[in-house]
């Protein structure tokens, strides 16, 4: 099923282009300054954290603002550097079927080679999010979140903060 959905992801990925990006929907959840950040990541990461908003609000009839803000922040750190879609599929490969050497490529956050990029990126994006969210006055709770979407949401399980981790990473994971 996950690699189902990375290939779908990489096809949406490679298409987005020609898809419209709903701006008057990510306004109505984020501050100014968060709608700056969001539009200047990639084409096709605001499409991806659009529908993963969309997930997030049709998992349950009620829908915290903070949910709904770190749905479209979530991956605001891979602003930092732009990766074309071949590196971003190269990490996820790597990560799956050499996870020694996407550790050791991934290892440096100052690495940012056209090699080492998408390694360093996959694993530092989400402290960068954190980072970027901090600097637009989000809340505590929206970066803590976004600091920690790719994390085992089972490690968090007595943290108050899990069941809307968990919201995150289903539609995230979907989309």
């Known amino acids: 099923m996950a690699a189902a959905n990375r290939i779908q992801q990489g096809i949406r990925a490679l298409l987005a282009f020609s898809q419209p990006i709903d701006y008057e929907l990510a306004a109505q959840y984020l501050s100014d300054e968060q709608l700056d950040a969001f539009k200047r990541m990639s084409r096709s990461e605001q499409l991806h ?15 915290p603002q903070d949910l709904a803000i770190v749905a479209l922040m979530h991956d605001v750190g891979k602003s930092c550097y732009h990766l074309a879609v071949w590196q971003k599929t190269l990490a996820v490969l790597v990560r799956k079927f050499a996870p020694a050497l996407f550790q050791q490529w991934s290892a440096d956050e100052s690495a940012l080679t056209l090699w080492h990029a998408p390694y360093v990126v996959a694993t530092y994006h989400p402290k960068w999010s954190a980072e970027i969210l901090a600097e637009t006055g989000a809340n505590e709770r929206i970066i803590w979140l976004a600091e920690h979407h790719q994390d085992d949401a089972d490690q968090w399980c007595d943290h108050p903060h899990h069941s809307l981790l968990v919201r995150l990473q289903q539609a995230d994971d979907l989309n």
């Open 49 to 63: 954290s659009l529908n993963v908003l969309r997930g997030v609000l049709q998992q349950a009839n009620q829908t």
